[in-house]
């Protein structure tokens, strides 16, 4: 982005950031990037609550002149973007919450979780991520009981607990998810009659 001061840190963990002592200039968004940013913030807050949430979206309100208010609100209302499902899963809103907060605080979850079989078992598990796929909602952790990472789908979570135990996040770098191939994988597999252990519980 021209104009804005980027520094670069190299390696594993490193990427770009915006320098501390630079402070944004309101003309920086058109009226065109501030009904997207707008309009994607929207959608995303029906799904995931908190004053963040809230906070970010009076923050980018604020850099909206007075005189494209009315402008902007038209472009940011022309789509509207629903990550809700259209029946069940209540829980979902309260676990995506819930989630959140134990991933921001390092805190263990527990939780039933249902196999694609239906069989259902307990679960300990470090969370890490959020994922959003095809309209459902997922999570990467740890998991104490396979001793291995896993996502899991929130639909099938049931009794989520956030515990009191901390735990320090582990070293290495969070294997990067690539969805299609995984998907592939077991669709592929699927066909001969059996499905390996995956990391899609």
């Not at 707008?38 to 009076?58: C, F, I, R």
């Not at 582990?170 to 669709?187: H, N, S, T, V, Y």
Request: a positive charge.
């Amino acid at each position: 982005m021209a104009g804005i001061p980027i520094h670069a840190t190299p390696g594993v963990g490193g990427g770009f950031e915006i320098m501390q002592q630079y402070k944004l200039d309101k003309n920086v968004f058109s009226s065109s990037d501030l009904s997207t940013i707008l309009m994607g913030l929207t959608s995303l807050s029906n799904m995931v609550s908190g004053d963040e949430m809230v906070n970010a979206l009076a923050k980018i309100q604020s850099f909206v002149p007075a005189d494209q208010a009315a402008n902007i609100e038209t472009k940011t209302n022309q789509l509207y973007i629903d990550l809700n499902p259209w029946m069940g899963h209540r829980n979902i809103h309260t676990n995506l919450d819930s989630i959140k907060k134990a991933i921001e605080e390092n805190r263990l979850l527990s939780f039933d979780y249902a196999d694609r079989h239906g069989n259902s078992t307990a679960r300990r598990t470090e969370p890490y991520q959020l994922l959003l796929k095809n309209s459902n909602w997922y999570f990467q952790g740890y998991c104490l009981k396979r001793n291995d990472f896993r996502l899991f789908k929130l639909s099938r979570i049931t009794n989520l607990q956030i515990k009191d135990t901390v735990f320090t996040p582990r070293e290495f770098q969070k294997p990067q998810l690539e969805f299609d191939a995984i998907w592939r994988r077991c669709k592929q597999k699927s066909l001969f009659g059996f499905i390996s252990r995956s990391w899609i519980e």
